[in-house]
Each structure stands twice: as structure tokens, then as C-alpha cells.
């Protein structure tokens, strides 16, 4: 364990980064830094600023870069580095996304989708909830909400309902969810939240109080597990609404937080 003041970048640092645009917001820099210097792994992770017509550029820089060690990706560029890797994972690729991508010694860039494994280790750590063999409701299918439903078919749920403003959006994830996991039950109702076990918001609505609800708050119960994709604020409408209906709550932070693991893991450079 080192002393995050005492560190110091040498001649044998290797060198991570994280590429977005905007990049000020990004606070995988702070808490993958740390993270370095409590395992004792001589390394560094920098911002990178990149808009998406550079992209392609940066990332072929980064593969011919000798003490490159990899990169995480966030918006907007989740879906489109994904055809800059040469290998990507299974689940990756049926999420059609890739957020963290390890450059091998010989340089080729292999990526993985962390997300939704993220947010289902901090639901079986924080909430206690284990999916195998219980029922999701999903709202959203964008980037984050795929993930999430992947990641819980992957864990075991046995009945899954993907709820989106774009109804289309919803069919095609559950068309692409029942191709790989056809045991599943996948409904796009809305109207269900109820019935389920677990509530998921993977929408980007909740980060404004005005935002209208991602789910019908009228329909949570004390019986469910409630979690929130969102990080800004830390309790958004959702998870008020659900705390005050004695719901357990899982924060959006804890799935960052567990993926930082998962990243670690994924750069295969925890000390042996
Ligand atoms: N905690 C973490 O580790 C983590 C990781 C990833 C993402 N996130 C968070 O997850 C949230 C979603 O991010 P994303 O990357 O998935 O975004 P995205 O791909 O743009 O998807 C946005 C989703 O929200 C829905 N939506 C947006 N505005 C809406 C509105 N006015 N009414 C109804 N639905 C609306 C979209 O529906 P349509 O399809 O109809 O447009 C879509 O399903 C963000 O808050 C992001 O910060 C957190």
C-alpha cells in the first residue's frame, strides 16, 4: 500500500486513461488513482478529451503506445469504440457497448461492458439481492438500461419486463435478450412495476427534480428491491419515492464503485 502523496510517476509507470467529451465531470481519474496506490500498482489513469471524430485516431495512438495499460470509456463514445478493439467479450458485443478496453503486450485492444455486472455485484452487496431466479422491471434501453438487463439475464432472473418511452427501443433489446437467453419471459409493459421484485432505472430521468418518473411510483411496495442507475443527485425522485414505500435502495454510485473492481480485474494487473 502507497501513500496517494507519496506516489510517484517514474520511467516504469504504466499508463491508463479514460476518454469522454466533455471529460470534466469524470471522477474515475480520482477514484481509480487511489485505488493504484492502495494495491500498490504502479500505474496511472489520465483524462483524455476526445470528440468522437477523433476517436479512432486516440485509440490507434493508445494500441501502438508500449506502456499503454488500457482505457475506460464513457459518453459518448460507449457504443462506437467498440469497433476500434480487436477482441471484445460476449456479453459486449450482445450489448453492442464496451467501457473498459485492456491494450495486451502485443497490443491489441480488448474491450468489455462492466455496467450491468457493475450494478448487479453492488445490488448482491448493498441490497443483499441475488437476481437468480426472480423478476426484473427495467426502465429505459439506452446504454446504461441494456447493460442492466443484460447483466441481470446473465444473473438469472426468470422474468424480465424493458420499459421505454421509445416502445421500439424496448422490443429490439428484448428481441436481442430472448436470442441469447430464450428462457426468460420479456415483456415491454409498462404498467407492471408492481409485479416485479426488482425495480431498475437504467433512463437518464431523475437527474432533474422536474423530471417526469421513470416508473409509476404509485405501483412500488416494501417487497421490492429499487436501484438507480443515476449518480447526480445521489437520491433522485425514484429512490426517495421508494425509500418512503419501505423499498430497500441501492444509489447509483455503488455500480460505479463495484466496476472499478471489475476494471482492475479486466487490466489484469492486480499484484500476483
Ligand atoms: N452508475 C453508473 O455506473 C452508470 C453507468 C452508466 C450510466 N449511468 C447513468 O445512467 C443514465 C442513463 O445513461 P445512458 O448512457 O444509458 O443514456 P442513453 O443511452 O442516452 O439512454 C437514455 C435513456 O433514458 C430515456 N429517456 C431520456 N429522456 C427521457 C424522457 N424525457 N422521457 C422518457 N425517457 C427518457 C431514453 O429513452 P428513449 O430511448 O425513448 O430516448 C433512454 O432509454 C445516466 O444518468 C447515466 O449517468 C450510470
Given at each position: 500500500?502507497?501513500?496517494?502523496?507519496?506516489?510517484?510517476?517514474?520511467?516504469?509507470?504504466?499508463?491508463?486513461?479514460?476518454?469522454?467529451?466533455?471529460?470534466?465531470?469524470?471522477?474515475?481519474?480520482?477514484?481509480?488513482?487511489?485505488?493504484?496506490?492502495?494495491?500498490?500498482?504502479d500505474?496511472?489513469?489520465?483524462?483524455?478529451?476526445?470528440?468522437?471524430?477523433?476517436?479512432?485516431?486516440?485509440?490507434?495512438?493508445?494500441?501502438?503506445?508500449?506502456?499503454?495499460?488500457?482505457?475506460?470509456?464513457?459518453?459518448?463514445?460507449?457504443?462506437?469504440?467498440?469497433?476500434?478493439?480487436?477482441?471484445?467479450?460476449?456479453?459486449?458485443?450482445?450489448?453492442?457497448?464496451?467501457?473498459?478496453?485492456?491494450?495486451?503486450?502485443?497490443?491489441?485492444?480488448?474491450g468489455?461492458?462492466?455496467?450491468?455486472?457493475?450494478?448487479v455485484?453492488?445490488?448482491?452487496?448493498?441490497?443483499?439481492?441475488?437476481?437468480?431466479?426472480?423478476?426484473?422491471?427495467?426502465?429505459?434501453?439506452?446504454?446504461?438500461?441494456?447493460?442492466?438487463?443484460?447483466?441481470?439475464?446473465?444473473?438469472?432472473?426468470?422474468?424480465?419486463?424493458?420499459?421505454?418511452?421509445?416502445?421500439?427501443?424496448?422490443?429490439?433489446?428484448?428481441?436481442?435478450?430472448?436470442?441469447?437467453?430464450?428462457?426468460?419471459?420479456?415483456?415491454?409493459?409498462?404498467?407492471t412495476?408492481?409485479?416485479?421484485?426488482?425495480?431498475?432505472?437504467?433512463?437518464s430521468?431523475?437527474?432533474?427534480?422536474?423530471?417526469?418518473?421513470?416508473?409509476?411510483?404509485?405501483?412500488?411496495?416494501?417487497?421490492?428491491?429499487?436501484?438507480?442507475a443515476?449518480?447526480?443527485?445521489?437520491?433522485?425522485?425514484?429512490?426517495?419515492?421508494?425509500?418512503?414505500?419501505?423499498?430497500?435502495?441501492?444509489?447509483?454510485?455503488?455500480?460505479?464503485?463495484c466496476?472499478i473492481?471489475?476494471?482492475?480485474?479486466?487490466?489484469?494487473?492486480?499484484?500476483?
Amino acid at each position: 500500500m502507497t501513500n496517494p502523496s507519496e506516489r510517484q510517476i517514474t520511467g516504469n509507470t504504466r499508463i491508463f486513461g479514460i476518454v469522454a467529451d466533455p471529460i470534466y465531470h469524470v471522477k474515475t481519474p480520482q477514484v481509480m488513482n487511489a485505488n493504484f496506490a492502495r494495491l500498490g500498482i504502479d500505474a496511472v489513469l489520465i483524462p483524455i478529451h476526445v470528440k468522437p471524430e477523433g476517436l479512432a485516431a486516440v485509440v490507434a495512438g493508445l494500441a501502438s503506445m508500449e506502456n499503454f495499460g488500457g482505457l475506460i470509456a464513457t459518453v459518448p463514445h460507449k457504443p462506437e469504440i467498440i469497433n476500434l478493439c480487436d477482441e471484445v467479450t460476449g456479453e459486449a458485443r450482445h450489448i453492442g457497448a464496451v467501457n473498459c478496453i485492456r491494450r495486451d503486450p502485443d497490443g491489441r485492444m480488448v474491450g468489455a461492458m462492466l455496467d450491468g455486472t457493475g450494478f448487479v455485484e453492488a445490488l448482491k452487496t448493498v441490497t443483499g439481492f441475488d437476481p437468480q431466479g426472480k423478476s426484473a422491471f427495467v426502465a429505459g434501453a439506452g446504454g446504461a438500461a441494456s447493460a442492466i438487463a443484460f447483466a441481470l439475464a446473465k444473473a438469472g432472473v426468470t422474468r424480465l419486463t424493458i420499459a421505454n418511452r421509445t416502445e421500439a427501443k424496448a422490443q429490439e433489446l428484448s428481441a436481442r435478450i430472448r436470442a441469447v437467453y430464450p428462457a426468460i419471459t420479456i415483456s415491454t409493459d409498462a404498467t407492471t412495476v408492481a409485479d416485479h421484485e426488482l425495480v431498475a432505472n437504467g433512463t437518464s430521468l431523475g437527474m432533474k427534480e422536474t423530471d417526469a418518473p421513470p416508473v409509476d411510483f404509485d405501483q412500488l411496495h416494501a417487497d421490492q428491491v429499487v436501484g438507480d442507475a443515476i449518480m447526480q443527485p445521489e437520491m433522485t425522485p425514484l429512490l426517495r419515492a421508494a425509500q418512503a414505500r419501505g423499498c430497500r435502495i441501492q444509489l447509483g454510485k455503488p455500480m460505479l464503485e463495484c466496476q472499478i473492481e471489475l476494471m482492475i480485474r479486466h487490466f489484469n494487473i492486480l499484484p500476483q
